[in-house]
């Protein structure tokens, strides 16, 4: 009831069984849900005690793709988890996240206590046609912060971030963004070429629909359109409702 209030949906329980004692249970339990105009089949077994439970198996299906999930979580003395995931047959329609999004495999795991977590996803997607390989990595020192380093292989160059988002309040983000041999043409097939380079970028929610980004310390080089070129800027502002600035 807790889930269908959340999302929105209504849950069908088709099978329970639970077994031993408060101390010791074993629980298994088959359902179904619909949401995001989909059925989704939810396969569980779990065995734990009042403290704690362990994930032997958590299996959530639909048409958009298969979910396996397991692991450990303990809620005494305090919140605590480690879960391995594995996801495959992915598909997004665009009627959901804009553009198609397909992943025939991907994994990852989280960990964490409280509001404190780690996370690793490492896959392979096909967004909106373009082929790209993910590795993410993840961590949370303190509440409300998230330190971030992703690797994203696009055909055969890519794409990195390394920096720190905030969350506290309202959204910031400070950090590092490299490119390597990445060719535009996956992008917008007008413009074929190989460019590498780096920036640091900054954004900040100012809240009421405003907010601040920068772009420094951007160097770019390389091959567009058959012509090589070489860019070099200090500042790249914007804010909005203003215009851009570079200095």
């Excluded at 992915?90 to 996370?119: C, H, I, M, R, W």
């Excluded at 690797?151 to 910031?172: P, Q």
Aim: aromatic share 6%; hydrophobic share 40%.
């Amino acid at each position: 009831e807790i889930l269908s209030g959340l999302v929105g949906s209504e849950m069908c329980i088709r099978d329970r069984s639970v077994d031993g004692t408060l101390q010791d249970y074993r629980l298994i339990v088959s359902s179904s849900l619909q949401a995001m105009e989909q059925e989704w089949n939810i396969t569980s077994y779990l065995r734990g005690d009042m403290q704690k439970a362990s994930v032997n198996s958590l299996e959530i299906k639909s048409a958009l793709g298969q979910l396996d999930v397991s692991g450990d979580l303990s809620w005494q003395p305090e919140l605590a988890y480690q879960l391995d995931g594995e996801w495959k047959n992915l598909q997004l329609p665009a009627s959901l996240t804009g553009v198609p999004v397909e992943s025939y495999t991907g994994q990852f795991k989280l960990d964490g206590k409280k509001q404190l977590f780690n996370l690793t996803v490492d896959s392979d997607f096909i967004v909106n046609e373009i082929p790209l390989i993910l590795n993410l990595v993840a961590n949370s020192p303190e509440a409300g912060i998230t330190d971030v380093r992703a690797d994203t292989k696009i055909a055969d160059g890519g794409a990195g971030f390394s920096g720190r988002i905030n969350w506290k309040e309202k959204l910031a983000v400070d950090g590092k963004l490299t490119l390597r041999q990445l060719d535009p043409a996956a992008f917008a097939a007008e413009w074929p070429g190989l460019i590498s380079g780096q920036a640091q970028v900054t954004f900040q929610d100012k809240g009421e629909n405003e907010f601040h980004a920068s772009v420094q310390e951007l160097h770019l080089n390389g091959v567009l359109r058959d012509r090589n070129f070489s860019l070099d800027l200090s500042l790249i502002h914007i804010s909005e409702p203003t215009r851009p600035e570079r200095i």
